[in-house]
């Protein structure tokens, strides 16, 4: 691990003033240690949050809600302003890593985080994320891996926060010493085909202020499963996060996000058209599921991922609809 400078600004313009090349933010820090102890960053100068007034704060009133980027992953899952109107956000949080970890991580870290793939993490292999010519999943060891989107880069979303996130239409405030700009969640995610080397669009200069969650409109509900090998501090299988709109007994609007199956959170478009205008039941929530996985380009490991997924997509479903599953 290398020497660098530790800072601890007292504000929001302070910080994003303290940023530039060679510096690296500290929220929970998780991935953060993760990174420094893997040599993926060396920085020059560590830009510590923690003493920034206002960033830990969770608001909701008839805008929505609002959460400060140091928000934790812990009460996320417990306060009852997400549990209720945004029950996918407060499901996906508390199923996140090990109840210690959810003390500490935060949403904006959560967000943020980088791939978790093997051949990305380890110093051995030179793979795209960093600079090399191939990705090793591809014909490596892929078990784990993307389903979709995965001809440039295998590695899979790791953000549950996200997913879910996403779901439910959020915006991110991102403050810079030029201002602050606002950008939709979905849209800030960052494919490989785009960018190999990077995963999100938040500039050098860049914090996440705010994330911005519109109200939940008459009648909506949301869910979000998580599908792992063991319940136990264990990276999914799958994941899914709903969120439904329905209005006279038939779905209005659905907004159906997978992860754990791309290199960002997967909106699947096609089964969202397939449940508008209809009634929630058992058999359209399969045929949604089916058409979920549409498009998907599997790996030589990874081909049991699909039937994961049809399932939790259609209990993913139900669960948002309040149907049992």
């Not at 929001?12 to 003033?17: F, I, K, R, T």
């Not at 030029?178 to 669009?201: H, I, K, M, Q, Y």
């Amino acid at each position: 691990m290398n020497r660098f400078e530790w800072v601890n600004p007292s504000s929001l313009e302070q910080a994003v003033g303290l940023l530039g090349s060679g510096a690296a933010v500290k929220a929970g820090g998780i991935d953060l240690m993760d990174l420094l102890k893997e040599r993926l960053i060396e920085p020059k100068r560590l830009v510590n949050l923690r003493a920034v007034p206002g960033l830990d704060r969770i608001e909701a009133g008839p805008e929505g809600l609002r959460l400060g980027p140091l928000v934790t992953l812990a009460r996320l899952a417990d306060d009852p302003a997400v549990n209720g109107p945004y029950r996918a956000l407060a499901e996906a949080a508390g199923h996140a890593a090990t109840p210690q970890i959810r003390n500490m991580a935060t949403v904006g870290g959560n967000l943020l985080q980088r791939p978790r793939c093997w051949y990305f993490r380890s110093e051995s292999f030179e793979c795209r994320k960093k600079g090399g010519s191939r990705c090793f999943a591809i014909e490596g060891e892929n078990a784990y891996h993307a389903v979709m989107g995965n001809k440039t880069c295998a590695a899979v979303h790791p953000s549950a926060a996200g997913v879910a996130l996403v779901a439910l239409g959020a915006k991110l405030e991102l403050t810079s010493p030029e201002g602050r700009r606002e950008v939709a969640l979905e849209s800030f995610f960052v494919a490989p085909e785009t960018d190999v080397r990077r995963e999100n669009a938040i500039g050098e200069r860049e914090i996440i202020s705010k994330i911005v969650v519109p109200p939940p409109p008459s009648g909506a509900r949301s869910a979000y499963i998580k599908q792992g090998e063991k319940e136990s501090y264990d990276w999914p299988l799958a994941e899914v996060a709903v969120s439904l709109e329905q209005e006279g007994g038939r779905c209005k609007r659905a907004s159906i996000v997978l992860g754990a199956a791309a290199p960002v959170p997967h909106r699947a478009r096609a089964a969202e058209a397939i449940l508008a205008g209809k009634t929630i039941d058992d058999a359209t929530a399969r045929e949604a599921a089916r058409a979920a996985l549409s498009g998907a380009t599997p790996l030589s490991q990874n081909a049991y991922k699909l039937k994961i997924f049809e399932a939790v997509v259609r209990r993913t479903i139900l669960a948002a609809n309040g149907s049992s599953t």
